[in-house]
């Protein structure tokens, strides 16, 4: 005979892995990738990138730069791509080797909880194709 517990804590563990299973991934609710991309150079700060390679139609190759606003999907030939990618690499080889100490006494545990969201950022844009993926950056 099945107890009362046991069987409480089968059908929730079956509640929880149907709930995780349906719910996919960040990216596949938001977008599944670029399908079309710019060459205009984009004037806002970027914060990252991510490339995209042509997997499956309608996906094609892209070099996925993120700023404050949103995602543009760029084409990864365009004039101005290699010299940023180059840049923001730079930039983080520079912020990993000569981490910044605040003189202050703050410590990074109370700047982490006192800046983090529990909100989704949203991404809209008007030329270019927002794409709803985690960026990070990546070689190319």
Same mark, same amino acid.
């Given at each position: 005979?099945?107890?009362?517990?046991?069987?409480?804590?089968?059908?929730?563990?079956?509640?929880?892995?149907?709930?995780?299973?349906?719910?996919?991934?960040?990216?596949?609710?938001?977008?599944?990738?670029?399908?079309?991309?710019? +060459? *205009? !150079?984009?004037?806002?700060? %970027?914060?990252?990138?991510? $490339?995209?390679?042509?997997? &499956?139609?309608?996906?094609?190759?892209?070099?996925?730069?993120?700023?404050?606003?949103?995602?543009?999907?760029?084409?990864?030939?365009?004039?101005?791509?290699?010299?940023?990618?180059?840049?923001? +690499? *730079? !930039?983080?080889?520079?912020? %990993?080797?000569?981490?910044? $100490?605040?003189?202050?006494? &703050?410590?990074?545990?109370?700047?982490?909880?006192?800046?983090?969201?529990?909100?989704?950022?949203?991404?809209?844009?008007?030329?270019?194709?927002?794409?709803?993926?985690?960026?990070?950056?990546?070689?190319?």
């Amino acid at each position: 005979m099945v107890s009362c517990g046991n069987m409480l804590k089968s059908v929730l563990v079956a509640i929880v892995l149907v709930a995780v299973a349906e719910s996919g991934s960040t990216s596949e609710k938001l977008a599944s990738c670029c399908e079309q991309v710019t +060459k *205009q !150079e984009i004037m806002e700060p %970027i914060l990252g990138y991510l $490339v995209q390679s042509k997997s &499956v139609k309608p996906c094609v190759n892209a070099v996925i730069f993120q700023t404050e606003k949103a995602l543009f999907c760029v084409h990864p030939r365009a004039p101005w791509v290699h010299r940023k990618i180059i840049a923001l +690499k *730079q !930039e983080k080889r520079q912020t %990993i080797s000569s981490p910044s $100490v605040s003189p202050s006494g &703050v410590s990074l545990l109370s700047i982490i909880t006192s800046t983090a969201s529990t909100s989704l950022p949203s991404f809209s844009s008007s030329s270019e194709t927002p794409v709803g993926e985690n960026i990070s950056d990546q070689n190319v």
